[in-house]
């Protein structure tokens, strides 16, 4: 069975992070139109793209029956809105990050999906980086055993920061942290409480480029950091355990490949650069010492999972309680004054 889908929105989103997976899976994902507002004949030309056709009107999207998916790449502020309009109109819907802006939003598409049968659910791709598949690898594992502290880093050093007011969900937080945020739900479930420090630090006049949380969970705690003035980056992730650590140094490669211009399907696309160093105790007390290797990442592996889902009854890849969950993190991040410690309900 092939999905017939759409994308609203025709950016960098799309081009970069969605369409190169897609076009990839042919034999399970058909892109039949392409929405935006503003028309790009040039990139509409590219090889890449033939056969598939591009509109300035919605309803060339929502009024086609046989379009049963629709991806949403457009700023954050639209996200609720479009994603409702295509639940009404029968579409499975795939929504770029920050899923909504608000949890009572995110709260309603997932009762209008229930109602009409379909599936609405996040594009969390950063759960399909090879440095956080590592991560989990190393926790399956068990050979830490319980672990007592996670700290992942999304630091830049982009010193430079032009005027660029705008609300809070234009900012790091919201932007980044939504992943970082995911990543750790999806390992440990919710936290019992958070404690939030957002700060804008280059540019007072621009939404926060910097922030960490803590997520305590009994006696394990998640760090999450970022910031745009890191020159010496941190290791991304740091683990540590009862029975020893993990640490990977760098970040996953399809990022870079992508902005090189490099596709999913090349030989060397997303290659490893540096595997995780793992040092713990085994059952005897000996130190031993062995590098993870959790392969590649791939973001396409978001499709993967929710062409299970429409056609194979598989549950969501990340699930409703883990979205609000997440969101719930977001959103009362910005309702006192940071540092703030919250507790959840």
């Known amino acids: 069975m092939k999905i017939n889908c759409a994308f609203v929105g025709f950016g960098k989103s799309a081009t970069r992070y969605h369409l190169p997976y897609v076009l990839q899976r042919r034999d399970t994902f058909q892109v039949k139109t392409i ?11 590219e090889e890449a793209y033939q056969g598939i056709r591009f509109t300035s009107d919605l309803n060339d999207i929502l009024l086609d029956d046989s379009i049963t998916l629709v991806t949403l790449c457009t700023p954050p502020q639209t996200h609720f809105d479009y994603a ?6 029968g579409k499975n819907v795939i929504v770029e990050k920050p899923f909504t802006r608000t949890l009572a939003e995110a709260q309603l598409l997932f009762s209008l999906a229930a109602e009409k ?18 991560v989990e690898k190393v926790i399956s594992s068990g050979v830490l055993g319980n672990i007592v502290e996670l700290e992942s880093h999304f630091d830049y050093f982009r010193p430079d920061a032009p005027d660029a007011p705008a609300d809070y969900t234009h900012g790091a937080f919201y932007g980044l942290g939504v992943h970082l945020v995911d990543q750790v739900v999806s390992l440990f479930g919710r936290p019992e409480c958070v404690h939030y420090d957002i700060r804008s630090v280059r540019n007072k006049s621009n939404p926060d480029d910097t922030f960490e949380l803590q997520l305590y969970y009994g006696d394990t705690k998640a760090i999450i950091k970022c910031s745009h003035l890191v020159m010496q980056p941190y290791p991304k992730f740091i683990l540590h355990g009862e029975k020893g650590s993990f640490i990977k140094q760098n970040i ?6 992508l902005k090189a211009g490099k596709l999913p399907g090349t030989s060397d696309f997303g290659q490893e650069t ?6 713990y105790l085994d059952a005897q007390g000996e130190a031993l010492t062995e590098r993870v290797d959790a392969g590649n990442g791939d973001y396409g592996r978001v499709y993967d999972a929710v062409y299970a889902t429409l056609c194979q009854g598989a549950p969501p890849y990340v699930s409703v309680a883990d979205v609000m969950t997440t969101m719930e993190i977001l959103h009362r991040a910005f309702e006192q004054p940071t540092p703030a410690l919250v507790r959840l309900s």
């Open 252 to 257: 996953d490669q399809q990022e870079t490949c």
């Open 274 to 279: 540096e595997y995780g160093a793992l040092k």
């Open 117 to 134: 049968g379909l599936t609405v659910t996040p594009y969390q791709n950063r759960r399909f980086d090879s440095c956080f598949l590592a």
């Open 84 to 89: 409702k309009l295509c639940l009404e109109h």
């Open 35 to 45: 929405f935006d507002i503003t028309r790009h004949p040039d990139i509409e030309k």
